[in-house]
């Protein structure tokens, strides 16, 4: 495959309107990337055309050493995790979390057929991996949202993928929720068998000190893309954000101040 597991060259995507337009990406073995970006910027396009759900109008997209119209996408899926709320909508409330993880191997959803003794061994290995042995046999409908992600990034991780996609994982995590979960990311990130992650977000404050770059969109454009030095800035997130931002950081972590717009009249 080489060092090469994202390339992405002159993108577009169009369909009543320009979505994407000239998008150049590129994510190498050993680094860790943020897409951030304010609503509408064309995160989840631009994720929904990495996984070949929204084919590309312009353009040319590799992933993991494959090229969009060379190869079937749908076999270089079992090769790709992701976690996003589409899945858990489609994750049924009986199923215990240690099924829903077997089921990655072959991104399945539901029981179809016996279980290898050697995949539910893997699945068990998986489950301590991210931190949930406890809840192999409880079922989908009583874990919480936090429980819920960590399964599903085990079952994600059930194929053995090299490109972990995590869109906008913490949703709907309280705030401590969230930085139990963020943590974990940290310490997944940080092992050296980790596949390359992408983290899709609009958040600073779930960016971890693992994630070395930052691909910034702003109308289906790339604004910036580089390491997180020097793209995460105030300058260009008030860029991205159209607001006067002022960004911090301490102890490898950031927080986003929003000054008072001082052109409203109250």
């Keep these: 495959m080489g060092r090469v597991v994202i390339e992405v060259s002159r993108l577009g995507v169009e369909r009543e309107r320009s979505i994407l337009v000239e998008i ?5 073995r050993g680094q860790h990337w943020v897409i951030i970006g304010a609503n509408g910027s ?7 055309t990495l996984t070949g759900y929204m084919p590309p109008t312009t353009g040319v997209i590799s992933v993991l050493g494959e090229t969009y119209g060379r190869s ?3 076999q270089l899926r079992t090769r790709i995790g992701l976690v996003s709320s589409s899945i858990h909508n489609l994750m049924e409330g009986h199923e215990n ?3 829903i993880v077997i089921g990655g191997k072959t991104a399945q959803i539901g029981n179809w057929g016996d279980v290898a003794p050697a995949d ?9 991996q991210v931190e949930c042995p406890a809840l192999a046999d409880r079922p989908w409908r009583f874990l919480s949202q936090g429980e819920r992600q960590r399964v599903l990034i085990g079952r994600a991780l059930m194929a053995g993928p090299k490109l972990l996609i995590l869109d906008e994982p913490c ?14 990311i940290e310490r997944l990130a940080r092992r050296r ?4 992650m992408v983290l899709v977000t609009h958040h600073v404050e779930e960016i ?32 991205a954000f159209d607001a006067p931002i002022r960004l911090t950081k301490r102890g490898g972590r950031y927080a986003l101040r929003v000054s008072p717009r001082t052109d409203v009249v109250v």
């Design 208 to 239: 971890m000190p693992a994630f070395s770059h930052v691909l910034m969109l702003k109308d289906g454009r790339v604004l910036a893309s580089g390491a997180r030095r020097d793209v995460l800035t105030s300058a260009m997130l008030a860029r």
């Design 24 to 28: 150049d990406w590129r994510v190498e």
């Design 193 to 196: 068998s980790a596949p390359t």
């Design 97 to 99: 979390a240690l099924a």
């Design 171 to 184: 949703a709907g995590l309280d705030p401590a929720a969230r930085e139990h979960f963020l943590q974990f």
């Design 120 to 128: 539910r061994a893997r699945a068990l290995r998986l489950m301590r």
């Design 42 to 48: 064309g995160k989840t396009s631009l994720l929904s």
């Design 72 to 74: 079937d996408w749908r």
